[in-house]
């Protein structure tokens, strides 16, 4: 399907307003220490944010592995986002995965704000370009 140009500026519009809610409930998630939920919320704000730039670049994926290596191909390899910020995102992908289906897995206050503040700053970058 062709999506015209207003469509298309309407779902990167809306994935952008999910990104940023997503970002601010992992905020009143990490000061409630409801921290399995914040870690959830973290990945998702940089997940919406690859998909709106997924759908600037009139690329689509069906797996979340699939964005992520479409957005490491395209944009780290080439240098044109530094390297750290497909780190970041791996990271935030690996600890919800942790997070949803590992029950052994527990997270600290420290990691899950660390993760808070590099993924703020992903999403900067990654807006850039959209």
Known sequence: MTLSTEDRQNLINLNLKKADESLNDAKILIENNR??????????????????????????????????????????????IRKEIGKIIREAFEKRMKGDYDALTCFTKIEVENLFEKIKKAIFEIRKFI
Not at 37 to 52: Q, V
Not at 60 to 73: D, E, P, T, V
């Open 35 to 80: 921290l399995f939920g914040s870690i959830n919320r973290i990945y998702y704000s940089i997940f919406y944010s690859l998909s709106a730039l997924a759908i600037k670049y009139e690329f689509s994926a069906s797996k979340h592995s699939q964005l992520i290596g479409w957005f490491n191909k395209k944009f780290i390899k080439e240098n044109i």
